[in-house]
């Protein structure tokens, strides 16, 4: 949600843009750039903040810079308040190289910051479920004969719970935030997703496109017959108990989604399938504090799965599932930890050219590659998994 400040303090700016329309406008013939700021402005005062950011866009890409320059306050406030926060960063940047006014540069300086300390709060994952109320759960809980569709920006969702494809489209929107700005260091996502909200298992089996026998939720990345691609997402409302299952909304969503957005992101390339499940468990709402249990677990036994062996693995079976999923997180977990953003970012474009993750790694570290290289990176996280289980174990 927009803050008040952020709608108050650019009306002063704003204001002035305005003031110098309307008297350029009386003195000589209107001209089309005023005529566009005028419309712009009038858009953002009316809340219709899409189209301000669209019509002042294309006055500053085609005018010089006199009207340039407030065209990118406008572009700018439009998008802080549609909660774009990087791209108003941008568009307040561009204000900056053409403003030479020490307080408007001060005052856009500080709304710089206060997008990216925006961004860096609306990237914390939220367990949403744990926020609602008894009351609140139990009309989640409720199966309507009609559905329901909500839309935002990037997700259509259709369910047969109203309150619920309002919640459904609100979180998608801030776990695809934090898939793509924070996990997946800065992939864009300019496309649409359908999430489908089948009310039980039964109806989610029989409807999704892809729904394995065990899970709640699927995702799949299809072509329609008209050869589009279609992005979609199925999930089903209640538990086994006919209650809202909250673990949908934490977990099965965003996990399913980040497995959505990879498998866009790396198309053919053979991502391995522990990093692939890792980053997806990293996507949900809160650590699965079971999984960093079991994963130091495993390295002190037999049932270890190394490194070598767990990056290899292409599919896994019901004996090792479980701890497969702890040591994917585990590994997953670290090399985010350890590697900067533009690092992680790095590693993953170097899979997605073919590179395997060791490789990958040293490539995107810039260090010459090693062949002891894996040994030493399987002794570090090994050594990080345990440390994890000895710190758990003492809170407990
Ligand atoms: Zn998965």
């Known amino acids: 949600m927009a803050n008040k400040s952020i709608i ?25 750039s005023d005529e566009g700021i005028q419309r712009a402005l009038s858009s953002l005062a009316a809340g219709r903040y899409k189209e301000a950011e669209r019509i002042a ?5 085609s005018t010089g810079e006199d009207a340039a320059w407030r065209s990118w306050l406008i572009v700018a406030t439009a998008r802080h308040r549609l909660e774009k926060y990087p791209q108003a960063a941008e568009a307040y940047k561009q204000f900056l190289s053409l403003c030479r006014n020490p307080s408007e540069r001060a005052y856009v300086m500080e709304q710089i910051n206060r997008c990216r300390l925006a961004r860096d709060k609306s990237a914390r994952p939220v367990v949403v479920s744990e926020l609602l109320s008894a009351k609140q759960r139990a009309k989640l809980s409720t199966v309507d004969n009609r559905k329901f569709t909500e839309s935002s920006e990037h997700f259509v969702v259709r369910s047969h719970n109203s309150e619920l494809a309002k919640l459904i489209v609100k979180q998608a929107e801030i776990a695809l935030r934090r898939i793509c700005r924070v996990i997946l260091a800065g992939q864009d996502y300019p496309h649409s997703v359908s999430i489908y909200v089948w009310p039980n298992v039964a109806q989610y089996r029989k409807h999704a496109v892809s729904a394995p026998e065990w899970s709640g939720g699927g995702f799949s990345l299809r072509y329609d017959k008209n050869g589009q691609l279609v992005r979609r997402i199925d999930l089903t409302q209640l538990g086994k108990d006919g209650l809202f299952d909250t673990n949908m909304l934490d977990r099965i969503l965003p996990h399913e989604m980040c497995h959505l957005v990879l498998a866009e992101f790396f198309g053919d390339a053979p991502c391995p399938l522990a990093l692939n499940e890792g980053l997806a468990m990293m996507a949900e709402a809160s650590v699965d504090n079971s999984r960093v249990l079991l994963a130091g677990t495993a390295m002190l036994g037999d049932s270890k799965i190394p490194l070598r062996k767990l990056l290899m693995t292409e599919r896994c079976n019901a004996e090792n599932a ?6 994917s997180f585990s590994l997953t977990a670290y090399l985010h930890k350890r590697m900067t953003p533009g690092q992680f970012r790095e590693m993953l474009t170097h899979i997605k050219t073919g590179c395997p993750l060791e490789e990958a790694i040293q490539r995107a ?26 710190f758990l174990n003492a809170l407990n």
């Open 8 to 32: 108050l303090l650019p009306m002063l700016l704003l204001v002035s843009v305005a003031v110098m329309c309307l008297s350029e406008g009386a003195i000589v013939s209107e001209s089309s």
């Open 57 to 61: 866009s294309r006055v500053a890409a």
């Open 322 to 327: 479980a701890v497969f999923y702890a040591e």
């Open 365 to 390: 570290l810039y260090v010459p590659i090693d062949e002891t290289f894996g040994k030493r990176l399987s002794t570090a996280w090994e050594a990080e998994a345990l440390r994890q289980w000895q």
